[in-house]
């Protein structure tokens, strides 16, 4: 069973910054990619950011140059800096650990990017 547990979300206007963090159970992560998914209102979820166990790191365009995803594989942890912040940007953020075929998904939580 894989646990993730995202913190770091809250209110921030546009052009602002927020670090996600997303703790990992176990020592999953440095076997696996990890990313994060963002829902907004009315909206599909959307992978924004994976980054393999090799380290290898893919975004999805709205967000490149703003966004940096990171890992720290000893504090099993996976990270999600955001800057430059966008209305469009608020939606609820999700880790998301693909685990031996099946995808893991924490509880979330809320960015909100007033204008």
């Known amino acids: 069973q894989v646990q993730l547990v995202e913190s770091g979300g809250g209110l921030v206007q546009t052009g602002g910054s927020l670090r996600l963090s997303c703790a990992a159970s176990?020592?999953?992560?440095?076997?696996?990619?990890m990313g994060w998914y963002r829902q907004a209102p009315g909206k599909q979820r959307e992978l924004v950011a994976a980054?393999?166990?090799?380290?290898?790191?893919n975004y999805v365009h709205s967000v490149k140059g703003r966004f940096t995803i990171s890992r720290d594989n000893d504090k099993n942890m996976v990270y999600l800096q955001m800057n430059s912040l966008k209305p469009e940007d608020t939606a609820v953020y999700h880790c998301?650990?693909?685990?031996?075929?099946?995808?893991?998904w924490g509880k979330g939580t809320l960015v909100t990017v007033s204008s």
């Open positions: 176990g020592s999953i992560i440095r076997l696996n990619a």
């Open positions: 998301w650990c693909p685990y031996y075929g099946v995808d893991y």
């Open positions: 980054i393999t166990s090799g380290g290898t790191i």
